[in-house]
């Protein structure tokens, strides 16, 4: 039962949200809370590798400039990159800075001079190249670095500690993105303390919502999602398929929000971070962080959809 009063109140935020367009159009995304420090973020956000790192390289890096604005226009906050992607982490601090942007994202970067070959790392260069990805982001402290690829954790992951306790990373984490190396991230995940950890998660690459998802949240470490479309393995898939007309029904309009509605409907998932070189693809991403998300009948009906493709 509503009053007269909150009547009254209701239809009058109705007629404000008329008057306002941008209001009427766009609903809040979908938050997140970082279990360790209570941050809330919302659950998409935007890579750096793939064809953002493509275009970061080349001569014209405009277009990057629009999808990092369009990103914190329509709500995103979190950026995801790292020393090895290129031309990525210094082309988006310079159009950051550019745009005022700087302090509006939650800046994500690694850490990895450990050798291909599994030779440790020198801890001067790890310290140096953290102190070049401080330089690049422009800011005292970054939000999130993560040890990149489980690679020499006593040295690398010892650094972020210190980092952490002198206050200038807010968060620390690991990725991976290998099921080879998935039993020796569980071991980490147990034994550190963890902010993050930043894992490979897509509606056809299931393996890590078996032991890592659901450890995820017990132990309470935020879950970074990368690789959501696989890269290009989603959309090789379904070109030139239509959506099917049910997806209307958990609110997708696209095969990316299809896909991301997917991937940030497990409980465990604190953030997916799609790579887009184009605006109207990060706002696209970003349509999937509004309204419903698929329950488990209806995240069934689309793994057996796709599979049938
Ligand atoms: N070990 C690690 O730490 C690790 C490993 C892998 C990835 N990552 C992180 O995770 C991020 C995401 O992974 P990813 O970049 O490999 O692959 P991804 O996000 O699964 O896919 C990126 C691809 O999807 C396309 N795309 C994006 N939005 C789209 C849309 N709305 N409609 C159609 N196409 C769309 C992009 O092309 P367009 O430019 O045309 O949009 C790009 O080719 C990386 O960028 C990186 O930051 C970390």
Known sequence: MITRRQSLQLAAGAVAALSCPAAMAESALITRAVPSSGERLPVVGLG????????????DVAALGAV???????????????????????????????????????????????????????PELAQAQIE?????????????????????????????????????IRHLGITNTRSQLYDELEKLMRRERLDFIGIDYAIDNRKMAERILPLAIDRGIAVLVY???????????VRGKALPDWASEF????????????????????????????????????????????DAAMQKRMIEYLADL
Do not use: C
Not at 227 to 237: C, I, K, S, Y
């Open 48 to 59: 750096s590798s793939a064809s953002f790192r493509a275009l970061a390289g080349g001569d």
């Open 68 to 122: 990092l604005k369009a990103l914190v226009e329509h709500g995103g906050k979190v950026f995801d990159t790292a020393p090895s992607y290129g031309d990525s982490e210094a082309v988006a601090g310079r159009l950051a800075a550019e745009l005022g942007l700087t302090e509006k994202l939650f800046w994500a970067t690694k850490l990895n001079v450990a050798g291909r070959d599994g030779s440790g790392a020198d």
């Open 132 to 168: 070049d990805s401080f330089a690049r982001v422009d800011r005292t402290t970054i939000d999130l670095v993560q040890v990149h690829n489980v690679a020499d954790i006593p040295v690398q992951l010892g650094l972020l500690k210190e980092l952490r306790q002198a206050g200038r």
């Open 227 to 237: 690789a959501p479309f696989g890269r290009t393995r989603l959309w090789d898939r």
């Open 251 to 294: 609110g997708a309009n696209s095969w990316a929000q299809f896909f991301l509605k997917f991937v940030i409907a497990h409980p465990a998932v604190t953030v997916a971070t799609p790579a887009t070189s184009k605006a109207h693809h990060m706002m696209d991403n970003l349509g999937a962080a509004r309204g419903e998300l698929p």
